[in-house]
């Protein structure tokens, strides 16, 4: 019995009595056919199953077996079943819906706010109209729930971050505890309105019962901008994303990677702010939350950042699970400034950078790339800018474990400029070119990435991220929502330099 299945039969084992009770069933015929048009699914349309060393088909056979011997299947089971398959493939933006699943009737919430600190989850409190306070501060970090390491506790529930990097994933699981009441519940606890908690300063613990809340307690990182201008963005105010610092620091919040059909005005601002930046001392470019979007903002901000003597630069190179080229979505790979290496939009001098390039590349992983479309790239050049100044001043870019997806590609081109340094903390990375798909039976929505993007040194996004140059934790300050720590050191090495 393979580590997937034991620990799947655990968890459905604890489980199952609940989904029993559901009204929503199908019939398990119909189901196992579900999983069989899943497994043609991934066979043929996902990119990731031919990196990932889980054995995806014996999981999901396994899972027909353990259906198989139901008379009908409840859909959460189902749901939860082949959510749990694909979350492990290392696809992270994969994931299985169901549209029509029912709202709780109750929901019941951690009574307190969880952050990451120091590799911990510290149990904080809020106040209104001021800062977090430390819970408890003499055992300050939650260690356990009803006994159980909050580690293996969450674990059936971060899908999600399941196959994240390191700090995103513990951020994932702390956000994902938020929800305590579903969880107690899942795992059958005589009382789902309270809870014990255990807490610890390192050394000694402390055991406790607390309630749950009626009201879902959430941390708010300080620095996080996509929660600080959100209204600015919606109601399309880009002015409150753009300002100096200091009287000679450039300033640029991107909460989210806007395009420019839906926000045309954005752009239009960002350039005339760039042609006031002109002479600062330094730019920060400030992304953390930043949860993605498009690509566009990467190449507007290259265009000033690219130097007019900087040989042009591979950044970037995917290949799709597609064979046939006429059935490449040439749409959705021109958004993302990814081209063959024959392409018009390449010269010469672009794909001399491509053959030296590929010289000393290797990817990380060994795949068939028969399966694959021909190599697609994003090269950057000043020629890319050429209707831009140069903006030869330093630039850091600030991120975090929340830049996703196009945020973490920003982090990832970007790396490596002559004059660009990342500060903060390891982003969550990830780029798949993502497509959904409906099963015929359960009508279950199936996320699955049809690309496999890797950085210059070979490592995909997902799984890994992009590390900074400079490495900035958040403080305590930061924690407890003071200050913005990050924010306040990337000013001082900016004075120091």
């Known amino acids: 019995m393979n580590n997937w299945t034991l620990k799947t039969i655990v968890v459905l084992a604890l489980w199952l ?39 995806w088909k014996s999981a999901l056979q396994q899972a027909k077996r353990i259906l198989a011997k139901q008379d009908s299947v409840p859909m959460e089971h189902l749901l939860f079943m082949l959510h749990d398959v694909i979350s492990r493939i290392g696809d992270r933006h994969a994931k299985v819906e169901w549209e029509e699943q029912p709202e709780p009737e109750k929901v019941l919430f951690l009574p307190f706010a969880l952050a ?7 149990a904080l409190q809020k106040h209104r109209g001021a800062p977090f306070t430390v819970l408890f501060p003499n055992y300050p970090y939650l260690k356990a729930i009803n006994a159980q390491p909050i580690r293996s506790f969450v674990a059936p529930f971060n899908m999600r971050g399941r196959s994240a990097p390191t700090e995103a994933k513990r951020l994932r699981a702390i956000n994902r505890l938020r929800y305590l009441g579903d969880m107690l ?98 730019m920060i470019i400030d992304i953390r939350g930043n949860s993605g979007g498009s690509r566009m903002p990467i190449w507007m901000l290259a265009s000033y950042i690219c130097a007019p003597d900087q040989t042009p630069q591979v950044v970037n190179m995917a290949y799709i699970r597609e064979t046939n080229p006429d059935s490449l979505d040439l749409h959705a790979l021109n958004k993302r400034y990814l081209y063959p290496y024959d392409s018009p939009n390449f010269n010469a001098e672009d794909r001399k950078a491509i053959d030296a390039f590929l010289q000393t590349f290797k990817t990380a992983y060994t795949f068939d790339k028969s399966l694959f479309s021909e190599a697609h790239y994003t090269v950057f050049s000043h020629r890319n800018g050429k209707d831009h100044y140069h903006y030869d001043k330093p630039v850091y870019l600030l991120m975090n474990e929340q830049c996703f997806s196009a945020a973490g590609v920003l982090a990832a081109t970007f790396k490596g400029l002559p004059n660009v340094k990342l500060v903060g903390v390891n982003t969550d990375g990830s780029s798949g070119l993502s497509n959904y798909f409906r099963l015929k039976n359960s009508g279950l929505i199936v996320k699955l990435s049809t690309m496999i993007s890797f950085q210059p040194d070979g490592r995909p996004l997902d799984g890994f991220g992009t590390a900074p140059d400079i490495e900035l934790p958040r403080t305590m300050e930061q924690v407890l929502g003071e200050k913005d720590s990050q924010l306040e050191a990337v000013l001082q090495m900016i004075k120091q330099q």
């Open 17 to 55: 009595p609940c989904c029993l009770l559901s009204a929503q069933q199908i019939a398990t015929e119909k189901a196992l056919a579900d999983i069989d048009e899943l497994t043609s699914i991934l066979t043929e349309k996902s990119s990731y199953v031919h990196l990932t060393d889980f054995g």
């Open 116 to 122: 990451p600190y120091e590799e911990k989850a510290i």
């Open 185 to 282: 519940e899942f795992y059958q606890f005589g009382d789902a309105t309270a809870a014990s908690f255990t807490f610890t300063d390192g050394q000694k613990d402390t055991t406790t019962i607390i309630p749950l809340s009626q009201r879902r307690g959430s941390w708010d990182d300080i620095g996080d901008i996509r929660d600080r201008y959100k209204r600015d963005y919606k109601a399309k105010n880009y002015a409150a994303l753009m300002h100096t610092l200091e009287g000679e620091i450039a300033y640029l919040a991107l909460p989210k990677m806007f395009n420019a059909e839906d926000h045309p005005l954005y752009f239009e601002l960002l350039k005339n702010k760039m042609e006031a930046y002109r002479n600062t001392k330094a």
